[in-house]
């Protein structure tokens, strides 16, 4: 099968290494442009490129997929399927319609739940404790189209986002690799999406500062969803307080915010009556460091309250 593969970050890279494993035929690779990373803005381009580059293919980064030039690209390569994952842009009808087995999509979530660019981080911190992968047929909707395969996974108690989206991007790609196939020999059939949808919004920094008044086992998925980025934090003195790892803690009828633990973990009182402990944590200009060890350089007394 001839493919073109659409797809931009680490997550999307690994089905495309794994598409490469198979006899399928890699034409082209489309990704988004380079952007500027760090602090020095240095020009980067994505890991789906990278790899592409090592593989010698084709690599395209329209700004925009709905000036023409795109489409004619891809009539021009005629692929068998166009398979897309993570890639960051709305493919337009005129381009939906040149594969002529489809436009298969890679999603990391139970479709219709969690459709939109953050499925992963959204399925943590709405509470789930099942997640997963669809292959889907696309349409000119954003994820709306009909699924061909899914794959389920529990979600831990304490995993962050960044563990899940290693688990997921593998399974993901297997996943790809077995729709293809059967998409080759005709041997699926799409399938409407069941249920009530919901969207998975752009992941913003200000989403990030955690909310004490709201019960323990909603900041913990704060923090756990929003690790590695944009990280989930307080801010205490004017300083913003990187909060990285935390378990849920005891029964408290302290004020939310309230300091009520600050010997080997921060603990802080939460709504509910509910209290998070911090174990790992990051100060503004310093480097990630145990709460015992930030205590003990910077100790914060009891009775402090977060937000004051």
Same mark, same amino acid.
């Given at each position: 099968?001839?493919?073109?593969?659409?797809?931009?970050?680490?997550?999307?890279?690994?089905?495309?290494?794994?598409?490469?494993?198979?006899?399928?035929?890699?034409?082209?690779?489309?990704?988004?442009?380079?952007?500027?990373?760090?602090?020095?803005?240095?020009?980067?381009?994505?890991?789906?490129?990278?790899?592409?580059?090592?593989?010698?293919?084709?690599?395209?980064?329209?700004?925009?997929?709905?000036?023409?030039?795109?489409?004619?690209?891809?009539?021009?390569?005629?692929?068998?399927?166009?398979?897309?994952?993570?890639?960051?842009?709305?493919?337009?009808?005129? /381009?939906?319609? /040149?594969?002529?087995?489809?436009?298969?999509?890679?999603?990391?979530?139970?479709?219709?739940?969690?459709?939109?660019?953050?499925?992963?981080?959204?399925?943590?911190?709405?509470?789930?404790?099942?997640?997963?992968?669809?292959?889907?047929?696309?349409?000119?909707?954003?994820?709306?189209?009909?699924?061909?395969?899914?794959?389920?996974?529990? /979600?831990?108690?304490?995993?962050?986002?960044?563990?899940?989206?290693?688990?997921?991007?593998?399974?993901?790609?297997?996943?790809?690799?077995?729709?293809?196939?059967?998409?080759?020999? +005709?041997?699926?059939?799409?399938?409407?999406?069941?249920?009530?949808?919901?969207?998975?919004?752009?992941?913003?920094?200000?989403?990030?500062?955690?909310?004490?008044?709201?019960?323990?086992?909603?900041?913990?998925?704060?923090? $756990?969803?929003?690790?590695?980025?944009?990280?989930?934090?307080?801010?205490?003195?004017?300083? $913003?307080?990187?909060?990285?790892?935390?378990?849920?803690?005891?029964?408290?009828?302290?004020?939310?915010?309230?300091?009520?633990?600050?010997?080997?973990?921060?603990?802080?009182?939460?709504?509910?009556?509910?209290?998070?402990?911090?174990?790992?944590?990051?100060?503004?200009?310093?480097? $990630?460091?145990?709460?015992?060890?930030?205590?003990? +350089?910077?100790?914060?007394?009891?009775?402090?309250?977060? +937000?004051?």
């Amino acid at each position: 099968m001839k493919i073109v593969f659409m797809g931009t970050p680490d997550y999307a890279a690994i089905t495309l290494e794994a598409l490469l494993k198979t006899k399928h035929e890699i034409a082209a690779v489309f990704a988004q442009p380079d952007k500027p990373v760090g602090r020095k803005h240095i020009l980067t381009p994505p890991p789906v490129k990278v790899l592409a580059y090592k593989h010698n293919i084709p690599v395209y980064q329209p700004n925009s997929l709905k000036t023409g030039e795109s489409a004619e690209i891809l009539k021009k390569i005629a692929p068998d399927a166009l398979v897309v994952v993570a890639y960051g842009k709305i493919l337009p009808k005129e /381009i939906l319609d /040149i594969p002529k087995l489809g436009c298969v999509n890679g999603h990391a979530s139970l479709l219709p739940k969690y459709r939109g660019s953050a499925p992963i981080q959204y399925a943590i911190l709405c509470g789930e404790t099942e997640t997963g992968v669809t292959t889907q047929l696309m349409d000119e909707g954003i994820d709306t189209g009909d699924v061909l395969e899914t794959a389920k996974v529990a /979600i831990g108690e304490n995993e962050t986002a960044e563990e899940l989206f290693g688990r997921l991007a593998i399974i993901s790609a297997d996943l790809m690799i077995s729709t293809l196939e059967k998409l080759e020999k +005709g041997e699926v059939t799409p399938k409407k999406q069941e249920g009530e949808p919901s969207y998975a919004h752009i992941i913003k920094k200000e989403m990030a500062v955690l909310d004490f008044s709201k019960p323990a086992t909603e900041v913990h998925n704060a923090v $756990r969803a929003y690790y590695s980025w944009p990280c989930a934090h307080f801010f205490l003195n004017g300083k $913003r307080v990187k909060v990285i790892k935390t378990l849920l803690g005891g029964k408290t009828y302290a004020k939310c915010g309230t300091v009520i633990g600050n010997t080997d973990e921060l603990v802080i009182a939460c709504g509910e009556n509910t209290s998070i402990r911090i174990l790992e944590l990051q100060l503004e200009g310093s480097k $990630r460091m145990t709460a015992k060890q930030m205590l003990c +350089g910077k100790p914060i007394d009891l009775g402090t309250v977060i +937000g004051e």
